[in-house]
């Protein structure tokens, strides 16, 4: 069992930078891949960027890949999402995930824990 505790949503102007975290609780943290979803206004969760177990890969939605950065303490049990070139339609829930399995996954059903989530708002 992994719970999951998002931190560092906010209001932030288009172009700024924000730090997601989420913090795990539980011996197992290491042994899953973890990844961020998002879901917008109205719209359906969607993928952001997962990365491996051991913190060796990492994989981003087009939407992101360039802006964005995953990456994991497991020192800590905590993986981070830094945001930065934020735009509006980055406006959504995010959501941290720690997955069935050790490698990176792009899919919702690969994972099996859920954080609540953390509003980032980004103005035009």
């Known amino acids: 069992q992994v719970q999951l505790v998002e931190s560092g949503g906010g209001l932030v102007q288009a172009g700024g930078s924000l730090r997601l975290s989420c913090a795990a609780s539980?011996?197992?943290?290491?042994?899953?891949?973890m990844g961020w979803f998002r879901q917008p206004p109205g719209k359906e969760r969607e993928f952001v960027a997962t990365i491996r177990y051991s913190g060796g890969s990492t994989y981003y939605a087009d939407s992101v890949k360039g802006r964005f950065t995953i990456s994991r303490d497991n020192a800590k049990n905590t993986v981070y999402l830094q945001m930065n070139s934020l735009k509006p339609e980055d406006t959504a829930v995010y959501y941290c995930?720690?997955?069935?399995?050790?490698?990176?996954?792009?899919?919702?059903?690969?994972?099996?824990?859920w954080g609540q989530g953390t509003q980032v708002t980004v103005s035009s």
């Open positions: 995930a720690a997955g069935r399995g050790r490698g990176s996954d792009s899919r919702r059903r690969a994972y099996d824990f």
């Open positions: 539980g011996r197992t943290f290491r042994s899953h891949a």
